[in-house]
C-alpha cells in the first residue's frame, strides 16, 4: 500500500521561505509522477506543482512560478516543494501525491499546514 508523508510545514513571516518534504513508501517511486496540491479554508482544493518520474519536466500553478521549485530524490523516495518568498496567499494545507502523469493522481498524503502572516 502506498503511504505519503508530509513534513516541513510551519509559521512563517511573509517574505519568507519553508521546505516541504514527502517521503514515499508502498511501490517503485522512481516510475510515478509527483505532485504538490494545497487546499485552503472555504476554497477547493488547487495545483501548485508537479514533476514527472525523472524530474522533467515539471510544471507549476501560474502564482508560484519563480518562487516554488518542486525536485525529487529518488534514492530517497522523497518530492520537495521549495517555497520562498512566500505571501500570505500560500496559506493552506499542502497535500503531496502520486499518480501515472502530472495530471492523474491516485495516492494523497495526510497534508501539512503551511501559514504565511503578514
Known amino acids: 500500500q502506498v503511504q505519503l508523508v508530509e513534513s516541513g510545514g510551519g509559521l512563517v513571516q511573509a517574505g519568507g521561505s519553508l521546505r516541504l518534504s514527502c517521503a514515499a513508501s508502498g511501490r517503485t517511486f522512481s516510475s510515478y509522477a509527483m505532485g504538490w496540491f494545497r487546499q485552503a479554508p472555504g476554497k477547493e482544493r488547487e495545483f501548485v506543482a508537479a514533476?514527472?518520474?525523472?524530474?522533467?519536466?515539471?510544471y507549476y500553478k501560474d502564482s508560484v512560478k519563480g518562487r516554488f521549485t518542486i525536485s525529487r530524490d529518488n534514492a530517497k523516495n522523497t518530492v520537495y516543494l521549495q517555497m520562498n518568498s512566500l505571501k500570505p496567499e500560500d496559506t493552506a494545507v499542502y497535500y503531496c501525491?502520486?499518480?501515472?502523469?502530472?495530471?492523474?493522481?491516485?495516492?494523497w498524503g495526510q497534508g501539512t499546514q503551511v501559514t504565511v502572516s503578514s
Open positions: 501525491a502520486e499518480g501515472i502523469s502530472y495530471n492523474t493522481y491516485h495516492y
Open positions: 514533476i514527472s518520474w525523472n524530474g522533467s519536466p515539471t
